[in-house]
């Protein structure tokens, strides 16, 4: 429950960011204010680590933390936050057809039914227009695309975990890897943005910074952290659970900050919902 509403809530806190600064900005300070929460765990225990693990971490913080950071933000540019956390369930699929293309496991039937149903599903709601009807594909909304190269980032990574970490510990993963990747985020943040320029004249950016802190240190770095913790004290089925209710947190949050849902929306939502179930279902 605690981690559905931590990762439902993350898509409007996205949204907030994006009222002040740009993408890159939100995606970048994302990773910093993360990292930095996870220093007190993270640096004791690099001095451990071997060249490769050092290599495969940095891997890791790139598909799992860094690459997603950006692409998120860059999509509720023209999507809103709730669509954005339906098209965020589709990450199980993804583990699947990952698995198939680069791992060596088999996509089951049930495997192959769920992931029919959720790519129609995805169809609907990035054709469906909002005077009524739908957009010919030539004509679909690209920035559900970002979503789905967030969804595949997180599916290689998992398996990368499972193959490459077999001797480290959850939470040396999960901390270590930000802050493989704090450096770039810094570096990028002042040096490639407008974020302290922001941060000086912008009326409204200490109230955005609040947001994306939290969303960084709560949404990111706590939530991988009580993951883990679940993971290792519950059934990877169990654990799954929570990929078929943040979309429900996040479209209560888009519909009380006065998104629009309407009936092609909800159909591409319940397909969506309905292929992950199906696709993953014991």
Known sequence: MVLTLIWG??????????????????????MVAAASLLLPLSL?????????????????GLLGSLIPAFLFPIAQTQLSSSLTGVLNALTPLFVVLAGALFFNTSITKRNGVGLVIAFFGVIILVTFKEGGGW???????????????????YSINLHFIKTRFTKLKSIEISSISLLMILPMALIYLFAGTNFSYKMATHPDAWEALGYVTLLGMVGTATALILFNIMIKSASPFFASLVTYTIPIVAILWGVLDGEVLLLGHYLGIAAVILGVWVGNKK
């Not at 957009?135 to 980032?153: E, F, G, H, P």
């Open 9 to 30: 809530s993350s898509f409007i806190l996205i949204k907030r960011g994006l009222e002040v600064f740009s993408p890159g900005e939100v995606g970048a300070y994302r």
């Open 44 to 60: 004791p225990r690099i001095k451990q680590l071997s060249k490769t693990q050092v290599k495969n971490l940095l891997v890791t």
């Open 135 to 153: 957009d010919s594909l030539s004509n679909i909304n690209a920035y559900a695309l970002y979503v789905i190269a967030a969804c595949i980032c």
